[in-house]
């Protein structure tokens, strides 16, 4: 995904006893803007293809419905540029009006000799860049703000907030012509939350709603205490034990299980395509919950959005267990002959879909499939589907286990609403009408349940032996960035470290050794990027000397076989921490 395409969703919330709308002041509100991709010269062509691209945005404010794209071509392809305006869809049109024409002033003042910015005011963003990005999202560059008023009661309100967030971002994903909604839910009789989402119109409707399912807080879903009896205080203490070796291990890894003392047997399993961050914090807040709800007894099993997490006195490993069972299904009593028609291609569709699933589930090593099918042909409906099953089954038994979800689902009364889920102990299920995972992303793993064990900076078959890539260390900690798993830590350091920092100055380091100098960062953003913690920072592109040529494999392997430098795991997922709702 090119680095440089900006994903254009924004999240609005505010927790208030009324309502409040910006659109009425009488000046914009401005946020943050970001310079990059490299500078050109005073003069040049692509600086005047650019006055001319932000004059077109200025003077198009006033209608196209807040939205408006134009492309300058230039004989050279490399002078050509691409930009759009969009206005937050509740504005005036006079506000988006003045917005954008402030956008416009700021950047022509503040990154005039860039190839590619962006910048945001409360009521509209404006872009452009040296290459076309229409109908394509990425995460990056983006700015957070945080509100830190404190909540009461911070639980329920995180639960409230997400489920507000998602169904907001469901309608405007689904809204035809601006992609734009808003959400309002009840804290208390006092205080209200409301959420505003909206993409760019040129995105489909799944790159539109992708993002959102990867929020920081993996949601939620239900929790089974048993009721076999509670434990005594030995048990309670190696339960303790137990939950705490789960938080540690879920760093490294995307399943785990243990047991201790022969006394508790617990796991945890995250969805096969998330960031190690994502699954981390999963963990850590299911043994949270998991203890407060159910430290009384001998069972229990949590299962959130992103995870699932369950302990007991039996040794349960390699065993199939479907109880307790989990459905979240949309049913319905009784339909008309037309929701008959359409229910009947989807049911189809979906129950050919599912079978294939089991099928490819058995099969893989990470026990985690997806897939997506057209419904339709009349109006290109698709329906996304997930399958996982924990890594202790044998593909025998992951087979079994899902094939017992499939045959149990009440066909003949799944609803219109293209969405539901079964949550076994063993294994689950999923389908939406929106591509809720991350596409052809997989943890990366090593045996059956760790990430592999790559060899340091010097080992180049262990991080790029199929596609031949020199060594060097510029190379490789370039590459690890690049392919999103990093490994470069002095295994000494072991726990003694902060991720986020680690990510962060090796993005800065980066930055300073782009081939472009004029990419570089001066002395001076080095700085505020290091003081200030509410600065995205900026994408790098390829260091100066990478080297491109190849090596044979067998090369490879005997480098391999003669050097041995161990360091420490490490995901950098998709981008550097942040503890910032998107607004």
Not at 31 to 47: A, E, R
Not at 98 to 109: P, R
Not at 473 to 488: A, E, S
Request: charged share 15%.
């Amino acid at each position: 995904m090119d680095p440089c395409n900006v994903f254009f969703l924004f999240i609005l919330v505010s927790f208030l006893s009324f309502a409040t709308t910006q659109a009425e002041s009488d000046s914009n509100v401005y946020l943050y803007h970001n310079c990059s991709g490299g500078n050109t010269t005073n003069g040049s062509t692509f600086q005047s293809n650019l006055k001319t691209l932000l004059s077109s945005l200025s003077d198009n404010a006033p209608g196209n419905n807040g939205f408006y794209n134009n492309t300058v071509p230039g004989q050279n392809p490399s002078d050509s540029v691409f930009g759009l305006f969009m206005c937050r869809a509740d504005v005036s049109s006079q506000i988006c009006q003045q917005c954008v024409q402030g956008a416009t002033q700021l950047l022509s003042s503040e990154c005039s000799l860039a190839q590619q910015a962006v910048i945001w005011y409360d009521e509209c963003t404006v872009r452009y860049s040296n290459r076309s990005f229409f109908s394509t999202f990425s995460t990056r560059p983006r700015v957070g703000l945080l509100n830190t008023a404190n909540i009461s009661n911070q639980e329920s309100f995180m639960t409230l907030l997400f489920q507000t967030m998602n169904k907001t971002a469901d309608t405007a994903a689904a809204a035809v012509g601006n992609k734009f909604a808003k959400g309002q839910a009840n804290i208390s009789g006092f205080q209200s939350l409301y959420c505003l989402a909206q993409c760019t119109p040129d995105l489909s409707p799944n790159d539109c709603r992708t993002y959102s399912e990867f929020s920081e807080d993996p949601n939620y879903l239900n929790h089974n205490c048993s009721t076999n009896g509670t434990g005594d205080s030995v048990f309670k203490t190696h339960l303790s034990t137990l939950l705490s070796y789960m938080s540690s291990n879920a760093t490294n890894h995307m399943d785990y299980m243990d047991g201790v003392e022969d006394n508790v047997y617990g796991l945890f399993m995250c969805r096969g395509d998330l960031p190690s961050r994502l699954c981390q914090q999963c963990v850590l807040n299911a043994t949270h919950r998991i203890s407060s709800e159910c430290n009384s007894f001998q069972e229990a099993i949590i299962w959130y959005n992103h995870c699932m997490l369950r302990y007991s006195y039996r040794h349960f490993f390699s065993q199939v267990e479907k109880s307790p069972t989990i459905q979240i299904l949309n049913l319905i009593m009784n339909n008309s002959h037309s929701d008959v028609r359409e229910q009947d291609s989807f049911t189809y569709t979906l129950t050919k879909t599912l079978s294939d699933l089991t099928e490819l589930a058995q099969h893989n090593n990470s026990r985690y499939v997806t897939k997506s099918s057209k419904v339709s042909d009349i109006d290109s409906q698709v329906v996304y589907t997930l399958a996982q099953c924990t890594q202790d089954l044998s593909r025998n038994d992951c087979f079994v286990c899902l094939e017992d979800m499939t045959k149990n689902m009440p066909w003949s009364r799944l609803g219109s609403t293209r969405q539901g889920r079964i949550l076994y102990p063993s294994c689950n299920l999923r389908y939406d009408s929106f591509q809720f995972y991350i596409h052809d992303y997989q943890w990366p793993r090593s045996g059956n349940s760790s990430p592999p064990d790559f060899e340091g900076k010097r080992n180049a078959s262990s991080y790029d032996q199929a596609r031949g890539v020199a060594d060097g260390l510029l190379n490789y900690v370039w590459r690890q960035w690049r392919d999103q798993t990093m490994c470069i830590l002095d295994p000494s350091i072991k726990e003694n470290y902060f991720e986020e920092e680690v990510l962060k100055c090796t993005q800065i380091g980066l930055l300073c050794v782009q081939q472009n100098p004029d990419a570089r960062p001066t002395m001076v953003e080095v700085v505020s990027y290091l003081s200030n913690h509410l600065i995205e920072l900026p994408n790098p592109e390829e260091p100066a000397f990478l080297l491109h040529g190849g090596k044979d494999s067998k090369s490879f392997a005997q480098e391999s076989s003669s050097r041995s430098s161990g360091c420490t795991p490490f995901s950098i997922n998709e981008m550097p921490t942040s503890q910032f709702l998107p607004r």
